[in-house]
C-alpha cells in the first residue's frame, strides 16, 4: 500500500508520554511523522507535561521534556498525511478555540482519515463537531462536553481503555497507548508479522523516562509480551524515573518523571523465557552495575546471542559485565571512557540519534535515537510492520 505519512497536533503543556512514545513508535515503524504546532516552527519547541495519579483527587502535574517540532504547521496539509494523533494534556484546552486547528482537524474527519484522540484532546475532536453521534471515550472528566458534542460517551472501564468506532479511535490516557498505537496502524492498513516475542526491560530507580515507557509501549504495541523487572522489587511496584534534557547546559538537566510501574517479579525471573533483553539508560546504570546477579542475566543473554538494546548509560552495565570486548558500541558521549576501557570499538554518536547494531547487539546514546533503537531491535528479532 505504499510509504505512509502522519500528521501530530502538539501544543504547550501537552502530555509527555502522549505526543512522545507514538511519534517515536510509528516513526520507528517506519511511517513519516510530522509534528507541529500553531504559530510555531520546525525547530521550535513545545513544553510537555507529566500527568499522573499521584493520590490526590485530580492528577498531578510536573514539567517534562522539551518537544522538538519537526514540521511549521502553516506548511502542512491535511490531504498529505494518512491519519492523524492528538495528544492530551493541557495543550487541547487551547487549541480547541483554535480556528486553524479546527479547520485542520475537521478535513481528517470528513474524508475519514484514521484519528487517534487520548486523555483531553478530544475536546478538540468535539470544537470540530466531529463527534456527533460516535462512541468515545477520554479522559473522565472530559465526559459531559463530549456529550454535549453529541457523542455517545464511553466511561472508561480504567485508564487502559480504549475504544473504536470507525476511523476513530480514544483513549482516557496513556495507560491505553498498546491498544491505542496498534489499532492506529491497523486503521492505517498495516499488517505486524513476527511479534510473538517475549522482551524484558532491566529497570531501577531513576532510569530515564523515555528510555523506559517509549520503547516498552512501542513493543507491547506490536503485540510483543513484554516485561520491566527491578531488582528487590517484585510486580506492582514503582520505579521512580528521571527526564534527562538539552536545554543549553554543559550536561543534561534532571527533573522528575512518570513513576514506572513494574511487571514481573525480579527474584522469580527466568531469563533464559525471554528473546531479548532492553537496557534503558538514565542514572540507574550507575549501580546497577555493582549487582552481581545483574551481571549474570546481561552474560546469559550476550552468551547465548540474543538481541540486547541497551540506551544512553545503559552501557555501563556492558562494560561491568565483560561483554564489550571487540564489539562495536556506541552510549551517550560521558561513557564513551567505560566503553573504550571495556575493550570495545568506540562509535561516535553523530548525530547524537544515530545507532548502531554489531551482532546481536543494538546500542545509541540518547531518547532522541528511539526510532533508529526500536526499529534495528525490531530487525533482530523478525519483526515486521507493512503497508
Not at 470540530?128 to 456529550?147: H, Q
Request: hydrophobic share 40%.
Amino acid at each position: 500500500m505504499g510509504h505512509k505519512s502522519v500528521l501530530l497536533i502538539c501544543g504547550d503543556y501537552m502530555e509527555d508520554y502522549e505526543a512522545m512514545v507514538p511519534f517515536q513508535a510509528l516513526q520507528a515503524y517506519g511511517l513519516t511523522v510530522h509534528a507541529v504546532c500553531p504559530g510555531k516552527k520546525v525547530g521550535d519547541l513545545c513544553r510537555t507535561a507529566i500527568h499522573q495519579d499521584s493520590g490526590h483527587q485530580t492528577f498531578s502535574e510536573i514539567r517534562g521534556h522539551n518537544f522538538v517540532l519537526n514540521a511549521t504547521f502553516d506548511e502542512v496539509e491535511a490531504s498529505s498525511y494518512d491519519g492523524l494523533v492528538l495528544p492530551g494534556g493541557r495543550a487541547p484546552e487551547y487549541l480547541a478555540h483554535n480556528a486553524s486547528v479546527v479547520v485542520l482537524v475537521t478535513k481528517f474527519s470528513d474524508v475519514g482519515k484514521p484519528i487517534t484522540s487520548i486523555c483531553h484532546s478530544q475536546l478538540i475532536l468535539a470544537a470540530a463537531g466531529a463527534l456527533k453521534g460516535r462512541k468515545c471515550t477520554a479522559y473522565p472528566p472530559v465526559g459531559p462536553t463530549l456529550v454535549a458534542a453529541g457523542a455517545h460517551w464511553v466511561q472508561p472501564e480504567s485508564l487502559a481503555t480504549i475504544v473504536v468506532d470507525g476511523n476513530l479511535i480514544s483513549a482516557p490516557t496513556y495507560f491505553g497507548h498498546r491498544e491505542f498505537i496498534h489499532h492506529f496502524v491497523k486503521a492505517l492498513g498495516g499488517t505486524i508479522t513476527g511479534s510473538n516475542k517475549k522482551i524484558l526491560f532491566l529497570c531501577g530507580d531513576y532510569m530515564e523516562d523515555y528510555e523506559v515507557a517509549v520503547p516498552f509501549q512501542s513493543l507491547q504495541a506490536l503485540g510483543c509480551h513484554v516485561d520491566a523487572v527491578c531488582p528487590e522489587k517484585k510486580a506492582g511496584d514503582i520505579c521512580p524515573t528521571a527526564v534527562h534534557d538539552f536545554e543549553g547546559d554543559q550536561t543534561y538537566s534532571e527533573k522528575p518523571g512518570h513513576d514506572f510501574v513494574l511487571t514481573a517479579t525480579y527474584d522469580d525471573l527466568d531469563a533464559s523465557s525471554y528473546d531479548a533483553l532492553v537496557i534503558p539508560g538514565g542514572r540507574s546504570p550507575e549501580y546497577l552495575a555493582l549487582n552481581e546477579s545483574v551481571i549474570t542475566m546481561v552474560k546469559h543473554f550476550m552468551e547465548t546471542k540474543k538481541p540486547v538494546a541497551s540506551i544512553c548509560h545503559g552501557q555501563l552495565i556492558l562494560a561491568a559485565a565483560g561483554v564489550l570486548k571487540g564489539r562495536k558500541c556506541t552510549a551517550y558521549p560521558a561513557v564513551k571512557l567505560n566503553v573504550v576501557l571495556s575493550g570495545a570499538t568506540w562509535l561516535e554518536p553523530d548525530p547524537i540519534d544515530r545507532c548502531y547494531t554489531d551482532g546481536n547487539l543494538v546500542t545509541g546514546a540518547a531518547w532522541p535515537g528511539h526510532p533508529q533503537f526500536i526499529s534495528q531491535l525490531m530487525a533482530l528479532l523478525g519483526i515486521q510492520v507493512s503497508f
